[in-house]
């Protein structure tokens, strides 16, 4: 899915077979967990945008992939549910994978001729910004930060006690670590607590 990553997985798939790349989503970037998040009596509505962006370069043919992770993620809090209208809150997430996609490729390709005895680590930073409006109006934006390293051939894992994935099952991860603290940021302002907040409509 991800640019750098393709193409740091192509070239050492070739070039080796049967080594297989492991993700590990950074344990560094992990503020709440949906423990620690605040059930309510019923959930709030949402409308779900979003954007990816390679190195600030958009990249629409990821949105549709991007928005379901999303929608799922949002789902899983157990505060939000999302709805093609307009809900309590309209959200915006903008996701940019920060990456040095020629290293990526060198590095792939250097493992490769190595038969992963040389092993190699990529890293993929996410700058992740969410921006809603509530059902009153009142308009914010939230950014956070996150990465997934990606080990193949012979190396070891970048952190101890962290169990390794796919890079897409790493994605989806971060994409779900990020909402929770987003959720979690909005319930300490007081928001998500209750019940959702009702629209009024002039007579």
């Known amino acids: 899915m991800l640019k750098n990553m393709i193409a740091f997985v192509a070239t050492a798939a070739l070039l080796v077979g049967c080594v297989t790349p492991k993700a590990y989503v950074d344990p560094n970037y992990v503020k709440v967990t949906a423990a ?19 190195n600030g370069e958009l990249k629409p043919a990821v949105h549709d992939v991007l928005h379901a992770k999303v929608v799922m993620a949002v789902r899983n809090t157990g505060v939000l549910e999302t709805d093609g209208a307009a809900g309590d809150f ?5 996701v940019n994978n920060v990456a040095d996609t020629g290293d990526a490729a060198s590095k792939g390709f250097m493992t490769g001729l190595t038969l992963g005895a040389a092993g190699s ?16 109006g009142e308009k914010k934006q939230k950014s956070y930060k996150h990465a997934l390293h990606t080990t193949i051939g012979n190396k070891e894992a970048p952190f ?8 897409d099952g790493g994605f989806d991860i971060i994409i779900q670590q990020v909402l929770l603290n987003f959720v979690a940021d909005l319930q300490k302002e007081g928001k998500l607590t209750r019940v959702p907040y009702l629209r009024t409509v002039a007579p």
């Not at 620690?36 to 390679?54: G, M, N, R």
């Not at 680590?121 to 509530?134: A, G, P």
């Not at 101890?160 to 890079?167: I, K, L």
């Open 36 to 54: 620690d998040i605040k059930p309510v009596a019923k959930k709030h509505k949402s409308k779900v945008e979003v954007e990816f962006k390679s």
């Open 90 to 94: 309209n959200i915006m997430v903008v």
């Open 121 to 136: 680590v990529v890293t993929d930073y996410y700058e992740i910004s969410i921006s809603y409006t509530d059902g009153a």
């Open 160 to 167: 101890p006690n962290v169990t390794p994935t796919t890079v």
